[in-house]
C-alpha cells in the first residue's frame, strides 16, 4: 500500500522561504517520478514540480528559480523547497507518487503567505 505524507505547511510571509517533505511508503522514490501539485480555491490541480527517476527535474514557470524538489534516497523522502514566496503560491500542496501509470496522493498541505 502505498503512503504519501506532508509535512505541516505552514503560514509565511511574502518573500520568506518554507521546505515541504513527503515521507513515502510503499513505493521507492528513486525508482518512479516523484512531484508537487498544488490546488488553490476555486482553481484546479497542477504541477509545482517534478522529479524523475534519472533525477530529471521539471517546473511550474511560475516557479522556476524559486522552487528546487529534491529527494533523499536513504529517507525515502521527496522534499520541496519553496523560497521568495509570493501571496499566489497560497495553496494545497499535495505529493505525488506515479507508478505503472497510477498516481498516488498525499493528504495535502496548506501553505498561505501573506503580503
Known amino acids: 500500500q502505498v503512503q504519501l505524507v506532508e509535512s505541516r505547511g505552514g503560514l509565511v510571509q511574502a518573500g520568506g522561504s518554507l521546505r515541504l517533505s513527503c515521507a513515502a511508503s510503499?513505493?521507492?522514490?528513486?525508482?518512479?517520478?516523484m512531484g508537487w501539485y498544488c490546488q488553490a480555491p476555486g482553481k484546479q490541480r497542477e504541477l509545482v514540480a517534478i522529479?524523475?527517476?534519472?533525477?530529471?527535474?521539471n517546473y511550474a514557470d511560475s516557479v522556476k528559480g524559486r522552487f528546487t524538489i529534491s529527494r533523499d534516497n536513504a529517507k525515502n523522502t521527496v522534499y520541496l523547497q519553496m523560497n521568495s514566496l509570493e501571496p499566489e503560491d497560497t495553496a494545497i500542496y499535495y505529493c505525488?507518487?506515479?507508478?505503472?501509470?497510477?498516481?498516488?496522493w498525499g493528504q495535502g498541505t496548506q501553505v498561505t503567505v501573506s503580503s
Open positions: 505525488n507518487a506515479r507508478r505503472d501509470f497510477l498516481d498516488f
Open positions: 510503499g513505493i521507492t522514490v528513486s525508482f518512479n517520478t
Open positions: 522529479i524523475t527517476s534519472g533525477q530529471s527535474t
